[in-house]
């Protein structure tokens, strides 16, 4: 074999491959033609037609063909080039870009989908969320309503009676059981979800708890001033009633080049030598005391007799003068406490208007359908709320809670 030449053709390595050849002595592997047995079809039969470049192909002009075993062709012949295969025609490895950008595709989409799911699961959340807190507002305000119908009608029942110069102590007690804490909870504001409300709303929402605080404080304060000032609200009227019976007169003194005037209660008059005189006081009806001869020059006038000796006389007032007169006191402290009530009963119509928009509103709001399968459950938990808020309300407001519901 080693004098022999391997014939050259593409394909052909330089020897077999290793473990490719069988071993000295070892036998042929199956299939293969042992020397001397019969050859594989088409493979070194006599006068059959040979493989390109075998033992009995046919020899192209100016090539020599060597003489090859049949064992030694067939080692030949199975033998692979792993070289050239590429080049020749045969597959080769494929890029892996277009499973990438398929698999960014994938991705890409899946997050977009998940981030809509998300979304999307978010706003049935908040839908439900914005329910029941609805359904919260509305049962505070519709509380609260039925309070500010109550406090309307009392406020102007004590202007009424106002206008007849009398005091209300009932308004009092009135604010005092019903208003020692503003009606209004500050938790309503607070941890709610108003995304779902709409800015009308939410504005309407926020001004009806600033107005409802106005009012709050309003009522603290007149109630306050009014205790204090009680025993002479009481008393003012039967005062201004004997003020006004009673008749009044102007008195003179001189403080140094000035003549200073004040008002006197009179008493019944006397006449002694065609002159009229009356007692003067500080109380009404007086009967003992200084005793002024009443002013009553002549129509040619008094020669200066007032100017001379202010301290001798009285000047009587009329009748019309009287109602504004000597009420002291008791005259500004009423009407302080009318113009408190007065200042109420703005604020309280401030209060209803307001009060009209927001409920008008919250029913819309609540009258959604909330969304299936989506914490939280909005009516369950408004009507946890309504329990536990009638758990927490004192014996007094327990009725009031139960008309609100």
Same mark, same amino acid.
């Given at each position: ?15 077999? +491959? ?30 059959? @037609? ?9 020899? +192209? ?25 590429? @080049? ?54 519709? $509380? ?114 000035? &003549? +200073?005037?004040?008002?006197?209660? &009179? ?65 500004? &402290? ?5 113009? $408190? ?10 209060? $209803? ?6 409920? $008008?509103? &919250? ?10 399968? @989506? ?31």
């Amino acid at each position: 074999m080693s004098d022999q030449k391997i014939p050259q053709g593409k394909g052909n390595l330089p020897g077999p +491959l290793p473990g490719m050849g069988p071993k000295p002595g070892a036998a042929p592997l199956p299939g293969v033609a042992k020397p001397g047995s019969a050859p594989l079809p088409g493979m070194g039969k006599p006068g059959g @037609a040979a493989l390109p470049g075998m033992a009995g192909a046919a020899q +192209l002009p100016g090539q020599h063909r060597p003489s090859v075993p049949p064992q030694q062709v067939m080692e030949y012949a199975i033998q692979v080039d792993y070289t050239d295969g590429a @080049a020749a025609g045969m597959p080769g490895a494929t890029s892996n870009w277009p499973k990438r950008v398929i698999l960014g595709m994938a991705v890409v989409a899946m997050v977009f989908i998940g981030f809509n799911l998300g979304k999307a699961w978010s706003n049935r959340i908040q839908l439900n969320g914005s329910l029941r807190d609805s359904l919260i507002i509305q049962y505070e305000v519709d $509380r609260a309503s039925k309070l500010f119908d109550e406090l309307d009608a009392v406020i102007n029942g004590a202007l009424h009676q106002a206008g007849k110069w009398e005091y209300d102590p009932k308004h009092i007690e009135y604010l005092a059981a019903n208003f020692k804490t503003n009606p209004i909870k500050p938790q309503i504001f607070t941890e709610r979800s108003y995304r779902n409300f709409g800015k009308k709303a939410a504005t309407s929402l926020s001004n009806y708890g600033v107005k409802w605080s106005m009012l709050y404080n309003a009522l603290n304060t007149h109630r306050e001033k009014t205790l204090a000032n009680e025993s002479i609200l009481k008393e003012f009227k039967s005062k201004l009633m004997g003020n006004l019976a009673a008749n009044y007169g102007v008195v003179f003194k001189r403080s140094g080049k000035d &003549l +200073l005037a004040s008002v006197r209660y &009179l008493g019944k008059p006397a006449e002694k030598d065609g002159k009229v005189s009356m007692p003067i006081g500080t109380a009404p009806d007086p009967k003992d005391g200084d005793v002024r001869e009443v002013y009553a020059p002549a129509p040619e006038g008094d020669e200066g007799a007032l100017t001379k000796e202010p301290e001798k006389y009285v000047v009587v007032l009329s009748p019309q003068a009287k109602a504004g007169l000597l009420a002291g006191q008791g005259k500004a &402290l009423f009407n302080e406490y009318v113009m $408190r009530l007065d200042d109420l009963k703005g604020k309280a119509k401030m209060m $209803r208007d307001e009060q009209t928009s927001l409920t $008008r509103m &919250l029913a819309e709001l609540a009258s959604q359908e909330p969304a299936a399968i @989506a914490p939280p459950d909005a009516e369950a938990e408004f009507k946890d709320y309504v329990i536990q808020d009638q758990k927490a309300a004192p014996a007094a407001g327990a009725g009031a809670a139960e008309k609100a519901k």
